[in-house]
């Protein structure tokens, strides 16, 4: 599906003009992004795309954490460690892929829930999105005890048995032109408690790090997206 679009999309030249408003903490030598509520009763962590840290993530973030009195804590890994994707080197990036392969970050995502939950006594679930690569991370965690609920943006290599040891699990994906109604329905169908928004005037990877949101019509509907992931939490999860 939305694979194609990851090759043929060209990657953004601009750099956003964003403050990210959280803080950095070190867990196991890795820096992980920090923002909301410290006494929030839910945790959202969010699984950044194959470019990293980008200030439209931290922007997502942000949203994510404010807004409300019941605002979650967001926190966000740096599961690359710095060592992005090298888009321009085609055997490069092979190497990169398999050794970030998605089963790959558990242990490290696990760790940090593990300090979530040491750290802050007041969080009893947590949810996770992700963005294009972090959004079939995110699937693919759903089975994990404490994962309640997962939202998927512009989402990349979903299959149908993504579908599978999910159970009840809520599942929200917001689609883009890229990821058609065709190429989603197979695991649509299996999932039990689905809700896809579709965003067809956008395209992959609007929401991360392709999308330029001084483009009037990308930053609507990224905000649009991020007011649906929040709606989406709030129902799961509180």
């Known amino acids: 599906m939305s694979s194609e679009a990851c090759d043929t999309i060209p990657i953004p030249q601009f750099t956003p003009e964003y403050t990210p408003k959280g803080e950095y903490e070190l867990i196991d030598n890795r820096k992980v992004y920090v923002t909301g509520n410290p006494k929030a009763s839910y945790a959202l962590i969010c699984i950044y795309d194959v470019f990293g840290f980008h200030k439209n993530t931290f922007q997502g973030c942000d949203y994510l954490a404010t807004g409300t009195e019941d605002a979650p804590l967001v926190v966000m890994p740096d599961f690359f460690n710095g060592d992005v994707v090298p888009f321009g080197d085609p055997e490069a990036r092979k190497i990169w892929s398999e050794k970030n392969a998605y089963l790959n ?13 040491a750290k802050y006594p007041s969080i009893k679930v ?37 579908a599978d040891g999910i159970g009840e699990v809520p599942v929200l994906i917001i689609a883009s032109k890229n990821e058609t109604v065709e190429s989603l ?24 790090a392709r999308g330029d949101w001084g483009d009037a019509l990308q930053k609507q509907r990224a905000e649009e997206a991020m007011r649906k992931t929040n709606e989406f939490f709030h129902k799961a999860l509180l």
Do not use: N
Request: proline share 4%.
């Open 105 to 117: 970050h558990v242990p490290y995502l696990q760790t940090v829930l593990d300090w979530i939950k």
């Open 126 to 162: 947590t949810g996770l999105y992700g963005f294009c690569w972090g959004g079939k991370f995110a699937i693919a965690c759903a089975k994990m005890d404490i994962v309640k609920a997962v939202a998927l943006i512009h989402p990349s290599r979903l299959v149908d048995t993504d």
């Open 185 to 208: 329905a197979p695991l649509v169908s299996k999932l039990k408690k689905v809700e896809v928004v579709r965003m067809d005037d956008v395209h992959h990877g609007w929401c991360a």
